[in-house]
C-alpha cells in the first residue's frame, strides 16, 4: 500500500481533483455524490493509473534519473510492476464506469479522452511521452480534461468564456510539461528517451514554456470575471521560467530549482484562485 500511495505521487493529486470539482461547481453542479464521487476518482485513482503506468514502463529510464525515487516518482522494483498495473485497473475501471454512465454523451466522451491520455502517454507502443510536443499536449490534457469533464458532467455549455479558460489551462499545461521536461534532458538521453526538450534543446524550451505560459494569461483577459485577475496568476509561472533562459542543455538540471518552485507555486497559485472564486460569488449574492 505504502508503495502505491507512493506511485500515485500524492503531491499532485490536487492538480487533478481541484479542477474537476472547481469545474463542477461553477457549471452550476451541486454538492451532491457526482462531485464527491468524481473528487474521489481524480483525487486517487486517476493518478494510480497515470503515474503508475509510467511508472512501470519508464523503470530502466528512471533508475538513471536522480530526480526518482521520491515525492516525483517511485522506483518500484520489477517484481510488484504487475500489481501497480492491476491495481490501476481495479481502483480505476468501477468508478469510470459509474461516472461514464452518470453524464450526458458529451461527458462520456471527454472522460473516454481523459483515460486514453492517461494510457497514451506511457504504455507501450503508443510512448506518447516520447513524441516531442505530443508530449505536452497529452500532458496537458492529463490535468484539463477532468475540468472538462467536471464542466460537462454540470451540464456546462461550451461558450467563449468556458473555451478560453480552457484554452489557458492547456497553455499553462503544456508550459509546465516543457520546463519540467528540461531537467530531465540529460537522463532522457543517456535512456534514449525523446521529449521536446531533448529536440529543441533547453533554451528553446524555456523560452516556449515561458511563451505559453504568458498567452495563458492572456486568453483569460477574454473570460468573464475573475478570469482577467486569475490571469494574473499565470505572471509567477512565467518569471520563474524566464530566469532560466541562459541555461543551456549541458546545464540544464539547474532548472531543477525552478521545478520545485513550480510545485509551491502550485498551492499557492490554487489557494488564491479559490479566493477569487469566492470573492466573485459573494460579490454576485452567490
Same mark, same amino acid.
Given at each position: ?11 499532485s ?6 479542477p %474537476?470539482?472547481?469545474a =463542477?461547481? /461553477? &457549471?452550476?453542479? *451541486? +454538492?451532491d455524490?457526482l462531485?464527491?464521487?468524481g473528487?474521489?476518482? %481524480?483525487?486517487?485513482? =486517476?493518478? /494510480? &493509473?497515470?503515474? *503508475? +503506468?509510467?511508472d ?7 533508475l538513471?534519473n536522480?530526480r ?6 517511485a ?10 498495473l492491476?491495481a490501476s485497473?481495479?481502483?480505476t ?8 454512465a452518470?453524464g ?9 479522452v481523459s483515460?486514453?491520455a492517461?494510457?497514451a ?7 506518447f511521452?516520447e513524441?516531442?510536443?505530443l508530449d ?5 490534457t ?21 473555451l ?8 499553462w ?22 521529449s ?6 533547453a ?7 515561458t511563451?505559453?505560459?504568458?498567452a495563458?494569461?492572456?486568453l ?17 509561472y ?7 533562459v541562459p541555461v543551456?542543455?549541458?546545464?540544464s ?5 525552478g521545478?520545485?518552485?513550480?510545485l ?15 470573492w ?7
Amino acid at each position: 500500500m505504502k508503495e502505491l500511495i507512493a506511485t500515485s505521487r500524492p503531491l499532485s493529486w490536487v492538480n487533478t481533483a481541484y479542477p %474537476f470539482a472547481a469545474a =463542477y461547481l /461553477l &457549471a452550476g453542479g *451541486g +454538492i451532491d455524490w457526482l462531485l464527491i464521487l468524481g473528487t474521489v476518482f %481524480f483525487l486517487v485513482p =486517476y493518478n /494510480l &493509473a497515470m503515474y *503508475g +503506468i509510467n511508472d512501470v514502463f519508464d523503470y530502466e529510464s528512471d533508475l538513471l534519473n536522480p530526480r526518482k525515487g521520491g515525492v516525483e516518482g517511485a522506483v518500484v522494483p520489477r517484481t510488484r510492476h504487475r500489481r501497480i498495473l492491476w491495481a490501476s485497473g481495479v481502483t480505476t475501471v468501477p468508478l469510470a464506469a459509474v461516472l461514464f454512465a452518470s453524464g450526458g454523451l458529451a461527458a462520456a466522451v471527454a472522460l473516454i479522452v481523459s483515460l486514453s491520455a492517461v494510457v497514451a502517454y506511457s504504455a507501450p507502443r503508443l510512448r506518447f511521452k516520447e513524441r516531442p510536443v505530443l508530449d505536452s499536449m497529452t500532458s496537458a490534457t492529463h490535468f484539463v480534461s477532468p475540468a472538462v469533464y467536471g464542466w460537462l458532467l454540470a451540464d456546462g455549455r461550451l461558450e467563449p468564456g468556458s473555451l478560453a479558460a480552457f484554452a489557458a489551462f492547456f497553455c499553462w499545461g503544456m508550459a509546465s510539461h516543457a520546463f519540467g521536461a528540461v531537467q530531465d534532458i540529460l537522463p532522457d538521453r543517456s535512456a534514449g528517451l525523446g521529449s521536446v526538450a531533448t529536440v529543441i534543446g533547453a533554451r528553446p524550451t524555456v523560452l516556449v514554456a515561458t511563451g505559453l505560459y504568458l498567452a495563458a494569461g492572456l486568453l483569460c483577459l477574454t473570460v468573464p470575471a475573475p478570469g482577467p485577475l486569475a490571469g494574473l496568476l499565470c505572471l509567477p509561472y512565467a518569471a520563474n521560467t524566464l530566469r532560466f533562459v541562459p541555461v543551456t542543455d549541458q546545464t540544464s538540471q539547474e532548472t531543477r530549482s525552478g521545478w520545485r518552485a513550480f510545485l509551491w507555486l502550485n498551492y499557492a497559485t490554487g489557494f488564491l484562485f479559490t479566493l477569487l472564486l469566492l470573492w466573485t460569488h459573494v460579490r454576485s449574492g452567490f
